[in-house]
């Protein structure tokens, strides 16, 4: 067994939508990114890259390529697993925290989950997603990005 963590932050810009766990959240700002910008995702491959000693995203697809633009994040995650099941591991479990202010996310929290054991061919018990605000400190609180982090244990 091995276990990886992973921690990844974006900053809002004007530009919707809003992609989390792959799901379209309704707000009025989006996150600034090379991709689509879904931070859950991205901590949830880099907390798997570091479970397998890979390295991270950043390393496996870099933000200067073109074939990564606007790129939907869960075919980044569906690439991660590829290179879970070569090295012949399987996902036991993976937990997830986001931390964002706004907007609210409790009503996404299921069809994160759904979305993301999909993509790792789990069950949804094996995908934990929850949220937290941090009670308006630090950039978070102050509206400014999102933040995410997980952990993922492999057999
Ligand atoms: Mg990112």
Known sequence: MRIGHGYDA???SDACPLVLGGVTIPCEKGLLAHS?????????????LGAMALGDMGFLFPNT?????????????????????????QVV????TIVAEVPKLAPHIQAMRKHLAADMQVAMGAVNV???T???LGFV???????????ALIQ
């Open 10 to 12: 974006h900053v809002f």
């Open 36 to 48: 689509d910008g879904d931070v859950v995702v991205h901590a949830l491959c880099d907390a798997l």
């Open 65 to 89: 390529a073109n074939e990564f633009k606007h790129i939907n994040s869960r075919i980044l995650l569906r690439k991660v697993m590829q290179l879970v099941q070569d090295k012949g591991y």
């Open 93 to 96: 479990n993976v937990d997830i």
């Open 130 to 132: 929850k949220s937290t």
């Open 134 to 136: 941090t009670e308006g």
């Open 141 to 151: 609180g102050r509206q400014e990005g999102i933040a995410t982090h997980a952990v």
